[in-house]
């Protein structure tokens, strides 16, 4: 997902890394909150979070934990974790800018394609195009990986594609590691006023670390000193 937070933050959200609680800013929302290191991550290089905040991760009495944690003044705008949540919340978050006139202001929520298969995800889409949200933009982590192993829901006959299009919703599918795709993908997704959007990035969970390329040992796992030096290795010889 990293490719896609670098597209948002780089070049499609509109946010004041000076002012994180700008009234006029785009919200970002990581649904798939397991996620959060690269949420971070991302945060940091693009300067809305410093150095020794990032550098409190998962130490005692950190705002930083494995999970977000809504915090406005670090620029985490709401808590998540239990998988289904960030698209309803996203929702009501759009409406109400909507309510507040706010006809500039867009909400984009990450998800997983493991987290479609929670039915709350579906209840929000339905919803979210009832109501016509055309300022909420969904994007969907399609690795074809869950935590216990391949999303067999997606790969058959059942079309993640189809589905969405079947809520009424405005669907692109993209190479989510092609920045440009991405970036014309998101362009698309703002122009269309009257009905959300979802950009369906096909993604290789680990990709560019060969020992973690599609292999769902490292949905959780951890670097090591040996695997660090194993991945630096790789990089030096690309």
Request: hydrophobic content about 35%.
């Amino acid at each position: 997902m990293v490719d896609v937070l670098t597209v948002l933050y780089g070049q499609v959200m509109n946010y004041k890394a000076s002012d994180l609680t700008s009234p006029d800013r785009d919200i970002f929302i990581l649904s798939k909150g397991h996620c959060v290191l690269g949420y971070y991550s991302t945060m940091n290089v693009f300067g809305l979070m410093t150095d020794e905040v990032l550098d409190t991760f998962q130490k005692d009495g950190s705002h930083l934990i494995a999970h977000p944690v809504k915090n406005l003044e670090l620029g985490i705008e709401s808590s998540n974790g239990s998988l289904g949540q960030g698209l309803s919340f996203g929702l009501g978050v759009a409406l109400g800018m909507r309510l507040d006139k706010q006809e500039s202001r867009s909400v984009y929520v990450m998800m997983g394609d493991g987290e479609c298969n929670e039915g709350s995800v579906w209840e929000s889409a339905a919803s979210a195009a009832e109501f016509e949200a055309g300022n909420l933009i969904a994007i969907v982590d399609v690795n074809g990986l869950r935590n216990d192993g391949e999303n067999f829901t997606y790969n058959g006959s059942v079309d993640l594609k189809s589905v969405w299009e079947s809520f009424g919703w405005h669907v692109q599918e993209v190479d989510g590691h092609d920045h440009e795709e991405l970036s014309t993908a998101f362009d698309e997704a703002k122009s269309k006023a009257d009905k959300p959007s979802v950009i369906l990035a096909r993604t290789v969970k680990g990709r560019g670390v060969s020992f973690m390329e599609h292999n769902n040992d490292w949905h959780h796992n951890r670097i090591t000193a040996k695997t660090y030096g194993q991945i630096v290795e790789e990089w030096e010889r690309s």
